[in-house]
């Protein structure tokens, strides 16, 4: 007990969350202990439903690697995915590299457009727009994210391939590729990025501005010196994001960049993804139980464990360079 500065009361010293809330008698309200039930059986119910999604995934995935004519070091290695068929013949194989150089190749195409309209558009939101022009421009650049990927699929092959064919070449660039795909797809991602990068850069204190200003600095160089490292955490948690959004996508890759899985740098050709070949197979005749089935799990296991790394990473590097303020 203390007493309050002010009018000299006594008042509790500690943490009011270690405390459960009172009533005047000195009791829990019933209200407010079945209102934490609830939001505790929410919270379980999340995680439950989480565990329960990640169990089945690594339990069908196991199951199309107890098969005999299934290798895991040949799923990892192989560079040739042709689980379609007689799994005895030698048409069959089982190389998931050609799926993961089109989910890369795709994915960096896309991040080349994203990262740097991104931040541009953060840095030009937080730091040089007037206010009423941001109010104005940030609602309008998220309601970008809000339109649906159909509808971008059909875009990057209605509009961005004959683009491309205009430019380079009909014979060099294939009606399905991944340049089409990745461009249409970065555009989507700029919305993420730039959104939660503005909000980085504006949590940054308004001193350490006014501080490099009174050091005679220009505004660039406040913008690149000053706030941007100031908020560097923010800025890749973003990045981050959007990469495991681009990785994710499905119905842009699916509809714009083919579907043959090949190992290719070229992104004028068509290759296939792993969400676009888990959409092709699920659309398939593949019964459940057959291998093709199986490799479906096995294909969303490994998307899985990517994304999964990809947050672990960029949890560690925010936690790390997270500036206090």
């Known amino acids: 007990m203390s007493e309050h500065p ?19 008698g000195g009791r829990p309200r019933r209200g407010e202990q079945l209102a934490m039930a609830l939001l505790a059986l929410a919270g379980a119910v999340t995680v439950l439903t989480t565990v329960g999604i990640v169990a089945v995934l690594f339990f069908d995935a196991a199951s199309f690697f107890r098969e005999p004519v299934v290798s895991l070091w040949a799923f990892v290695t192989g560079t040739e995915w042709r689980p379609f068929g007689n799994p005895e013949s030698d048409a069959f194989r089982i190389g998931v590299l050609p799926l993961l150089n089109g989910t890369l ?14 931040l541009a558009s953060a840095m030009y939101l937080s730091e040089y727009a007037p206010r009423r022009v941001r109010a104005v421009l940030k609602p309008a650049l998220e309601l970008l994210a809000g339109v649906p990927t159909v509808v971008l699929g059909w875009f990057a092959v209605d509009f961005m391939t004959p683009v491309l064919r205009g430019a380079f070449g009909d014979e060099r660039v294939a009606i399905f590729n991944a340049a089409s795909a990745g461009i249409v797809m970065g555009i989507m991602i700029v919305p993420t990025i730039a959104s939660l990068s503005e909000d980085a850069m504006s949590a940054v204190p308004s001193g350490l501005r006014e501080a490099a200003y009174g050091l005679g600095s220009t505004r660039r160089r406040v913008v690149l010196s000053v706030v941007f490292p100031a908020a560097l955490s923010g800025v890749v948690a973003a990045i981050i994001l959007g990469i495991g ?15 043959m899985p090949q190992m290719t740098a070229n992104p004028f050709e068509q290759v296939q993804t792993m969400t676009a070949y888990i959409v092709q197979a699920v659309r398939g005749e593949a019964g459940p139980g057959s291998l093709t089935y199986e490799s479906i799990f096995a294909v969303g296991a490994l998307l899985f464990l990517m994304t999964f790394a990809l947050n672990l990473a ?5 936690r790390r360079y997270r500036e206090a303020y």
């Open 6 to 24: 002010v009018i000299g009361a006594p008042v509790l010293v500690g943490d009011p969350g270690d405390r459960p809330p009172m009533s005047l």
């Open 105 to 118: 190749l795709v994915t960096g195409i896309a991040m080349l457009i994203a990262i740097p309209l991104g």
């Open 245 to 259: 959004r681009a990785i994710g996508e499905t119905m842009i890759v699916a509809i714009a960049a083919g579907g």
């Open 314 to 318: 960029a949890q560690r590097f925010v």
